[in-house]
C-alpha cells in the first residue's frame, strides 16, 4: 500500500492509502467530502550512515573486480591463561 496526498480546499491536506498505482487526479475530503485534487510531492529519501556507506561502496566495487585471496588468513590468538595458579589445575576442553 501506498500513502498518497491530496488537498482539500476547505479542510487542508490528507492522505489516503491505496495500492501502487491506483491513484484517482482527485478524492473527496475525508471530513466535508469535498472533491480534493491530488498533490505531487518528493520521494522521502534517508541519508546512510558512513560506516554503511563505505560497506555499500565496498560491495559495489567487488561486483566487477572482487578482491582475490592469495591466503588463508591466520588463525586468532588464543586468550593468554589468567595469573592465578589455581586455574591451571582446571579441566581444558
Given at each position: 500500500?501506498?500513502e498518497?496526498?491530496?488537498?482539500?480546499?476547505?479542510?487542508?491536506?490528507?492522505?489516503?492509502?491505496?495500492s501502487?498505482?491506483?491513484?484517482?487526479?482527485s478524492?473527496?475530503?475525508?471530513?466535508?467530502?469535498?472533491?480534493?485534487?491530488?498533490?505531487?510531492?518528493?520521494?522521502?529519501?534517508?541519508?546512510?550512515?558512513?560506516?554503511?556507506?563505505?560497506?555499500?561502496?565496498?560491495?559495489?566495487?567487488?561486483?566487477?573486480?572482487?578482491?582475490?585471496?592469495?591466503?588463508?588468513?591466520?588463525?586468532?590468538?588464543?586468550?593468554?591463561?589468567?595469573?592465578?595458579?589455581?586455574?591451571?589445575?582446571?579441566?581444558?576442553?
Open positions: 500500500m501506498t498518497y496526498e491530496y488537498r482539500c480546499p476547505a479542510c487542508g491536506p490528507f492522505a489516503v492509502r491505496r501502487m498505482g491506483s491513484a484517482t487526479p478524492a473527496p475530503c475525508p471530513a466535508c467530502g469535498q472533491d480534493s485534487r491530488r498533490r505531487f510531492s518528493a520521494l522521502p529519501v534517508r541519508r546512510v550512515g558512513s560506516v554503511l556507506a563505505d560497506a555499500l561502496r565496498r560491495d559495489e566495487a567487488s561486483a566487477d573486480h572482487p578482491e582475490v585471496t592469495s591466503a588463508v588468513p591466520p588463525r586468532p590468538a588464543r586468550p593468554r591463561a589468567p595469573a592465578d595458579p589455581r586455574h591451571a589445575a582446571l579441566p581444558r576442553p
